[in-house]
């Protein structure tokens, strides 16, 4: 604040000065401006050298302290190679030895057992790299080794890459006497005659594997125990016939009547599947699908076109970008009917399976406790749309101009859904759902069936929908 002062002091006694000097005050003005642009210049000038000098001399400062490092750097790294260490382990950046001092005797004598440690912690660092780095080049050698063994052990279906997960997995291989032993050989690399040396062996694990996996899939679908083997049946044949063996069960396996119900995941799945490792075979989820469904997917293979040695990845679709096939279900009316992937049809027909059955067995019960009488039902009371065994096509594969057409239907009778109920000749056979009770009266209201068993009414909907599952029901 002082230096402030003394300088407005100063510019106020140099106006008082121009102004008694100067004819006007724009000459004095003029003269005073004139006086503090060439103080103001002579300011900047001098703050230009000072900033400059002090650049100049914090920069030489860094050199001697960098000149300082580098010696102390290099007479620790002579004291220790001296020792018998090696560059490569020399903690180069250890606080240590990246210090701005001048290293003397006693300075070295106080530091070198930390030094010391550093460096034997960066050579054992290094040491376990190498050795790493060994057997991580021998792991990829055996790895090379076992993807051509199984595209050799999967014989004509290793064009089929998910068909190759039939095979032990690579870690399988590893844990195999004869790869483990190269693994553990701390060498740097395999050579190509050891690959050779164990190849056979390789080769016979893979397609014992293979063999194993895929007769395991074959018995569960002909409902045999899991590990059945009839050891006569290979026993006689050479790799090449085993190979070629396998490739006809797999070739079965692969067809869309063959697939198996998962019962963990509540859904049907085909080989190859990515999850059905052996172990999962092993723990009694799969089934074959047909015992759940006899007939339905043959049905559904003539509906589309396809014969019974339809592949089960051309009706599903999905694979390499493309998108999942879509079927309508030809059963449902087409105004509700829904677009589905082949697996979600099989769901579709055994959920109304399902429904229909117990529906049936409640109505029984409800009429024998009505009636007193111990007899069934002398008619059916509901009507299975569902059943596939009767004549008529089971799923639809739409073209892009029906497809228009059944979504056209579908809006249309969307739009009606806020209609009020008809009577069926003074008769309402649906109730209010209760989840519309309070709803305000301008909303559209869903109904249950009342003609169902109670509580076997499909999900509560608009009377639109519910009109066509009582006429089809």
């Known amino acids: 604040m002082q230096y402030l002062r003394a300088t407005v002091e100063g510019v106020y006694k140099l106006w008082k000065s121009l102004s008694k000097t100067s004819d006007s005050l724009e000459l004095a003005n003029a003269r005073m401006v004139e006086r503090l642009e060439k103080y103001a210049d002579s300011r900047i000038e001098s703050g230009f050298k000072i900033r400059n000098w002090r650049i100049a001399a914090s920069d030489l400062k860094a050199a001697k302290l960098a000149k300082i490092r580098e010696e102390r750097s290099a007479m620790v790294l002579g004291k220790l190679s001296e020792l018998g260490y090696l560059e490569v382990d020399f903690p180069r950046w250890h606080t240590e030895v990246y210090k701005s001092e001048a290293l003397t005797e006693e300075e070295w004598e106080r530091i070198q057992p930390i030094v010391v440690k550093a460096t034997e912690s960066n050579k054992d660092r290094r040491i376990l790299n190498e050795k790493w780095r060994r057997r991580n080049r021998r792991s990829r050698d055996l790895t090379i080794l076992w993807d051509n063994v199984v595209v050799a052990a999967s014989g004509a279906r290793a064009v089929y890459t998910a068909e190759r997960r039939s ?12 790869a483990a032993a190269l693994l553990e050989a701390d060498t740097d690399g395999i050579s190509e005659q050891e690959l050779n040396a164990i190849r056979p062996d390789a080769l016979q694990f893979a397609i014992q594997g293979r063999r194993r996996y895929l007769v395991k899939l074959r018995n569960i679908r002909n409902s045999l125990p899991v590990n059945q083997v009839d050891e006569e049946e290979w026993s006689s044949l050479s790799k090449d016939e085993t190979i070629a063996k396998l490739d006809i069960i797999a070739a079965e396996l692969v067809q869309a009547v063959n697939g198996f119900w998962d019962s963990k995941r509540k859904s049907v799945e085909w080989y190859p599947a990515s999850y059905l490792d052996s172990s999962y075979l092993d723990s009694g989820v799969l089934s074959p699908a047909e015992d759940l469904a006899p007939g339905l997917m043959s049905r559904m293979l003539e509906s589309v076109g396809r014969d019974l040695n339809t592949e089960a990845s051309a009706v599903m679709g999905g694979n390499w970008g493309r998108r999942p096939e879509l079927y309508r279900c030809a059963r449902c009316d087409e105004r509700l009917a829904p677009h589905l992937t082949f697996t979600e049809v099989i769901s579709h027909y055994l959920e109304n399976k399902v429904w229909f059955d117990k529906a049936s067995d409640a109505r029984e019960k409800a009429f024998i406790e009505s009636s007193g009488s111990k007899e069934p039902l002398p008619f059916p009371t509901l009507f299975d749309s569902h059943d596939w065994i009767k004549d008529g096509d089971v799923i639809a594969s739409d073209s892009s101009r029906d497809k228009a057409r059944v979504t056209k239907l579908q809006n249309q ?50 009377f639109a929908a519910l009109k066509i599952h009582i006429e089809h029901v």
């Open 167 to 178: 095979c032990p997995a690579v870690n399988e291989f590893l844990d195999l006497s004869p």
């Open 413 to 462: 009778l969307e739009a009606a859904y806020g209609n009020e109920p008809e009577d069926y000749e003074g008769e309402d056979f649906t109730t209010r759902s209760r989840r519309s009770t309070n709803k305000a009266p301008e909303r559209r209201i869903r109904r249950i069936c009342r003609l169902c068993p109670e509580g076997f009414s499909p999900k509560p909907m608009y």
